[in-house]
């Protein structure tokens, strides 16, 4: 048996090789020739897999370390016979940190009060319910917007997404890429959805690039009905709008769930499938330790008196957005590079804060910390 395998996919080499000939390349460079020979590719959302990559090759099964299939014509393989895989929800965890982050970020820079914010989440699927969860231990007023879950379990816990753009001071976006039908999500944050928004608010885009028409966004924060945005996801990665970037309090080249718990995950997910598919002793298989954080204790006594500021303080300790932010602006063209070479960030459950305010470290506790 032969496997294509991106070369970024981490925990990978060296797992498989007893199983098959195994074959690393760049996913960018994943191409035709290449996937000619392959019964299986595990791939990242860098590789586009459709008829043009795919017909008359033997591929039989296509892994992808990715929440999103949007880069893969399910359609087609499902048509042809072939099997693909992907990882929903192994970051979740991920951009939940991510998130946080965000939200002290946020707070501390416009003084924001979460009992009296308003956070908007649109798509509640496991990324949205974790950020609903974080959200609601921090003290934000949390509205749930996704049509696909209402339809199912009803308007109790739901509302729509005219409402919700009304009201809330600050709009995050966890939906997937769907170019059609009720649930079109492809460029649904244009000019009629950011008109509808609060005066002053805020959005935030950990999802996709294309859900967001990026010169209306740029018009709207111009115009400052948008005072600020944070976004992960660009557009035309890894060629992003520069002028996008620079009106951004927080830009970052698509790492949100690239925590290396979340990466882990991805992994442990697609090995299981192409195990359980190939009929492979490793069914039950998982990467070995993770790697320790230099500094995984954290004492919040050393962080003042304002509880907003220690808890901000704290995050920041385990992963330092702004830093990543900077990263890009000094050197947008280094997009690809900055999200390969990502660096080691390890997820909340990873620290341990100790400290005497009994009531901040219960709180540190339900984001996940130790």
């Known amino acids: 048996m032969k496997i294509l395998i991106d070369k970024n996919v981490p925990f990978i080499h060296g797992v498989l090789e007893a199983y098959a000939d195994i074959k690393y390349v760049k996913g960018s460079k994943i191409s035709r020739e290449l996937v000619a020979g392959a019964d299986a590719i595990i791939i990242r959302t860098r590789t586009r897999c459709n008829k043009q990559l795919l017909e008359g090759t033997g591929v ?94 009803g308007k109790k816990f739901f509302t729509s997404l005219d409402k919700l753009l009304y009201e809330s001071d600050i709009v995050t976006l966890h939906v997937p890429l769907s170019l059609e039908g009720p649930d079109k999500t492809h460029q649904m944050v244009n000019d009629r ?19 967001v028409d990026e010169k209306a966004l740029i018009a709207q924060i111009v115009k400052t009905k948008i005072k600020s945005a944070v976004l992960d996801v660009w557009g035309n990665e890894p060629g992003i709008n520069r002028n996008l970037l620079e009106l951004c309090n927080i830009g970052t080249a698509h790492i949100a769930g690239y925590s290396v718990d979340g990466k882990a995950n991805a992994t442990k997910m697609i090995v299981r499938q192409l195990a359980k598919y190939f009929d492979l002793p490793l069914k039950d298989w998982k990467p070995g330790p993770l790697p320790v954080p230099d500094d995984s204790v954290i004492d919040i006594s050393e962080f003042g008196d304002n509880d907003m500021e220690i808890i901000f303080q704290a995050v920041k300790q385990s992963y330092d957005i702004e830093k990543d932010s900077d990263k890009l602006k000094k050197n947008p063209e280094l997009f690809e590079k900055l999200r390969n070479d990502y660096g080691l960030r390890r997820e909340f459950h990873a620290y341990t804060v100790k400290g005497d305010k009994q009531l901040i470290l219960n709180k540190l506790r339900e984001l996940g910390f130790k």
């Not at 359609?75 to 929903?88: F, L, M, Q």
């Not at 959805?193 to 859900?211: A, Y």
Request: charged share 20%.
């Open 60 to 153: 039989k099964f296509i892994g992808t370390t990715s929440i999103g299939t949007d880069h893969i014509d399910i359609d087609w393989c499902r048509a042809n016979g072939i099997h693909c895989a992907s990882a929903p929800g192994c970051n979740s965890g991920s951009v939940m940190q991510y998130l946080t982050a965000t939200l002290l970020y946020l707070a501390v820079k416009y003084t924001i009060d979460p009992p009296r914010t308003t956070l908007g989440i649109v798509g509640v699927g496991n990324v949205g319910s974790k950020v609903a969860d974080m959200a609601k231990a921090l003290g934000y007023k949390i509205m749930l917007n996704d049509p696909p879950r209402e339809r199912i379990e």
């Open 193 to 211: 959805f950011l008109s509808k928004m609060k005066m002053n608010s805020i959005l935030i885009n950990t999802s996709r690039g294309q859900v």
